[in-house]
């Protein structure tokens, strides 16, 4: 057997007349279904909606203690989701539509109102309300979702702007990785190259520098080898950061493995080196490989921007504070004076096409711009820096200044 629940309803009704009307019109039905409480002011149907839930409320609005739209109200915040039927005389039917705007489910004229007809209201009244309750609580639901979700994509977008950051970084350190590596490569390819070419010009009664440039080859070979394997780890492990290999160096060896490695240029171009050595120089911790790179390349520079026959210069000397000063000088055209400030930033382009060729060390031809960059790069690594003097037609010096002692920072690199 069908289960039918009893519904309750509150009638707020003062007239007790129009109470008796409501009370009769539900027993004419003969719905026995309903169980009616009726109070007659606002306060005490406000208390009733406090303490009990009713399945609907038939609601006069005017009322001992309120009036008009006011009385719904009033009501509507004791029971927000209980269904409303609002009682109204002939004359008040534009206030029960407001009230119907305002959230009412239906209204009815009094005198007017048959069980059948009332019975009806109440049924349609309260499925109404069932029906926009779960349409509010879904769209309550569906909100909270999209916040939720939009939520989720908002974190899902800083992710990807991180990840986006990560990677441009990467990328970054990649391209720098492979401008400083191929500028080194380069280096030792250029001694060789230079080597070559005096064992090419050797004099047979000389065989001493004949075997000095097979070593200085063989030796470089090797340091390019090394380099190469170096290169695939770093390219393997995905770790592109340039790190100093620090040792103990003693100044004057290194300058002495310049001169010769740069001697076959010097000799081709019919240039003269002088190394000057302050004399009881300091053991410096340095970067061999880098400083030797330093200043190898420009040494290389200052025989490329001389004319034939010039001299260039080397020097050491300690300097105040503990640091080492290394200059390379020469006589050759000098830094072009608007130049000057532009020279050490990377592929400094201010080269006429057609003197350029890289690798070529014959006078006045220039490479592709890095050489200085890098050196700066490697200078400052060690915390040092570089800069530059130039007598425009008579010669420049390029100086780099590194610090005796690293500091801690530079230590835990
Ligand atoms: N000793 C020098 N005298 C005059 N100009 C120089 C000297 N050294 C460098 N320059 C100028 O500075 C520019 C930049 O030098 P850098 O060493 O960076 O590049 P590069 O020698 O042209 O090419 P790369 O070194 O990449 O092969 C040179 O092209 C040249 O114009
Ligand atoms: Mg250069």
Redesign the pocket.
Known sequence: MLEVSVLKLLLVEDNPGDARLIEEALADAGDDNFELEHVEDLASGGACLDSVEYALVLLDLDLPDSVGLETFQQMRTHGPKTPFIVLTGLNDEGLALKAVQLGAQDYLIKGETDGHLLVRAIHYAIEREQTQQKIKALNADLERRVEERTQELAEANRALAHINEELRELDRMKTSFIRVTS?EL?TPVTVILGMLSLLEQHDPEQSNSWERALKVARRRATSLKDLVTRILKISQAGEYIQRLDRADINPEKLVRRVASEAMPYITLRGQTLEVELTKELPLVSMDFAKILDVLL?LTM??V???PDGGTITISVTPRDGAALLFAVS?T?????KE?VGH?FEEF?S??DSEHHS??DYEFGK????????IAKEFVEMHEGRIWLE?RPGKG?T?QFELPAEPTEAAEAE
Request: proline share 0%.
């Open positions: 500028h380069n390349h520079n200052a490329k921007f001389t020469d050759g055209v000098g830094f072009q130049d020279v400094f201010s080269f890289s690798g220039r490479g592709i711009g890095l050489g200085l960059a130039s420049s390029v």
